[in-house]
């Protein structure tokens, strides 16, 4: 490495507890032995699971697996909420070498089902809060059901038919059924075996499911581990969801490793709940998305500093705004315990002025960027080291390079290379293909700049994907599709303007026009120009569309386009000379 590189100059001597085996049974039997006692899981403010616990009961749902015929390799989904019995369930599945079907919450009953058609899944393990939803999303193929609060095995019929949770068999009862010496037959995981298959986007397409290996999430655990230190004494408060790989792998499996704890809310992350929750388990660790931060800076910060028109004049001087930032910086980190010494963010961009602030106030935040394809992360840094901007420097033990980089601005698309990189897309080998250069490079899609010292910097997106509030990849083509579907519409693009998505459309105007006069025919009362009804109309595919897609792939706002799209010779719409557009959203 060069000799003014951060990792070489700074890095931690840790010990980071590293499992003989990089895999994720490895890592659970690991910790068990090192630290038994010691919380593992747990809502905020209720029972723990101790390590111990957590060991004995995924061994023991590892077993009903095993009995259900479970073998290795075959997949099993996890459709739940936040909550302890999420983790048991993640070690549980990939402990006995089957693999983890992770599904985003926010996924509709007809996402759901493409996901559980698309992976085979042969068992689902959902919580009840959740178990609605696959009330018409269960395929044939998929013959167990298990409830994750308590691990009770519960009819499948009966969920297809009422919706509702009857159990035919409680954990207690299934535990005397099961036989002493299944734990002697349990599949044992390779490193190079599949874990998980996490499926990005919303599936109104095609699925899109990224394969992700024991080795490569170990590995990215063990070497994110190099660059910012997790030990048994760190507390986690897990706001984010589990099925993102960012959690996943940042607030699950690494502090798993390591022996920290990690607590969830029993209810949605409103302030009446997070905050009680943050004085309650007072968090050396947390991880979150620009979104929330960005809304506690422009919502609560900035509104007490400049309040009024004095305070307004003396926010301008550079000098004041610092002292005024370090002051609110005090009271915020005693709001969320007093104790934090690592608040990372990741998923999209952090805007400049909320970063900023968190400079002046000497916020212990730090900035990281990956993929769900590469475990996810790639790069990042401890927050003594972070750089206005930057989202840190590559992971150790991986590699990160700029693709033909512009000659005047350096920028170019960032390739990837390491353990950390996922086996491929499932049962899609054509985008497999098209990710990997020849000589085996992961294509991020993203356009970035490495400085003098190897710190990245991210300059936007080189494909159409939007990354979402929450981190959520969302593709353009997928909501394109469902606007097009709508009646009057003859086709649409779909592009983000400061955070929110945007919509122009091209509307069937033989059509509306025809529909306009018959209105005007049959309700001779009614009153409304040709303008208004458009108006009117856009309002309606708007309201339908996102209704039919996940809450955040949710346009803002819909625009008429009221000429066809200029297109390629290939029949493409040049989306670039319609994304520039500054439209008010």
């Known amino acids: 490495m060069p000799p003014n590189d951060p990792i070489t100059n700074n890095i931690t001597d840790i010990n980071m507890n590293i499992p003989k085996k990089q895999t994720l049974a490895g890592l659970l039997k690991n910790s068990h032995k090192l630290f038994p006692d010691r919380i593992a899981l747990s809502y905020a403010g209720q029972n723990p699971y101790t390590y111990n616990d957590l060991y004995t009961l995924a061994r023991e749902v590892s077993c009903l697996l095993l009995s259900r015929d479970i073998k290795k390799g075959d997949r099993v989904a996890i459709l739940s909420q936040n909550m302890p019995q999420w983790g048991v369930s993640y070690f549980a599945i990939t402990s006995m070498a089957a693999v983890a079907v992770p599904i985003l919450t926010e996924f509709n009953e007809e996402e759901i089902k493409k996901i559980l058609e698309h992976s085979g899944a042969s068992a689902v393990i959902v919580s ?35 919706g509702k949770v009857k159990a035919c068999q409680t954990k207690e009862e299934w535990k005397q059924l099961l036989a002493a010496d299944n734990q002697k037959n349990m599949f044992k995981p390779g490193e190079d075996d599949l874990a998980a298959i996490l499926y990005t986007s919303g599936t109104t397409g095609n699925p899109k499911g990224v394969m992700l290996t024991h080795k490569n999430l170990v590995s990215n655990a063990i070497n994110t581990g190099h660059i910012q230190e997790v030990t048994h004494k760190d507390r986690m408060l897990s706001v984010l969801p589990l099925s993102h790989a960012y959690e996943c792998t940042i607030g699950l499996i690494i502090p798993m490793m390591n022996g920290a704890s990690v607590y969830y809310l029993d209810k949605l992350p409103t302030a009446s709940v997070l905050l009680p929750a943050m004085q309650e388990v007072k968090p050396t660790m947390m991880l979150t998305v620009p979104l929330i931060i960005e809304k506690i800076y422009k919502l609560q910060v900035l509104p007490r500093l400049t309040g009024s028109a004095v305070m307004k004049t003396v926010f301008k001087a550079p000098f004041f705004r610092k002292q005024l930032h370090k002051m609110a910086g005090r009271k915020l980190y005693k709001t969320f315990g007093g104790q934090l010494r690592f608040f990372g963010i990741g998923g999209a961009k952090l805007g400049a002025e909320t970063e900023q ?37 590559c992971l150790p033990g991986q590699q990160l390079k700029i693709d033909n980089p512009d000659s005047v601005t350096g920028e170019g698309e960032i390739l990837a290379k390491g353990p950390n990189i996922m086996k491929g897309y499932y049962k ?126 949710r346009l803002n706002k819909i625009i008429e386009q009221q000429s066809p799209f200029e297109k390629t010779p290939t029949r493409k719409i040049k989306r670039f000379l319609y994304q520039e557009k500054d439209e008010a959203v």
Request: hydrophobic content about 35%; aromatic content about 10%.
């Open 357 to 393: 602030f968190l400079r002046d106030a000497r916020f212990p935040y730090a900035i990281g960027y990956g993929l769900t394809e590469t475990s996810p992360l790639l790069a990042g840094c401890t927050p003594s080291l972070t750089r206005y901007q930057s989202t840190g420097f």
């Open 128 to 162: 009840e809060r959740l178990s609605p939803k696959l009330k018409n999303a269960l395929p044939e193929h998929l013959h167990t059901v298990i409830i994750a609060d308590d691990f009770s095995l519960i009819d499948r019929r009966e969920l297809q038919k009422s």
């Open 428 to 553: 899609n080998e054509k985008d497999t293909r098209l990710v990997f250069t020849e000589d085996g490079w992961f294509k991020t899609g993203d356009l970035g700049m490495l400085d003098k010292d190897n710190y990245l910097y991210i300059k936007g997106r080189l494909k159409n994907m939007v990354l979402g509030p929450s981190g959520e990849n969302i593709y353009p083509e997928e909501i394109e599709a469902v606007i097009n579907n709508q009646s009057m519409v003859l086709e649409s693009i779909v592009y983000e303007i400061r955070g929110k998505l945007v919509a122009l459309v091209h509307l069937n105007y033989d059509e509306l026009d025809k529909y306009y006069r018959e209105m005007k025919t049959t309700a001779r009362n009614v009153h409304i120009h040709m303008s208004e009804f458009v108006n009117l109309k856009l309002k309606e595919i708007k309201h339908k569309v996102n209704t039919e897609v996940n809450r955040f792939s």
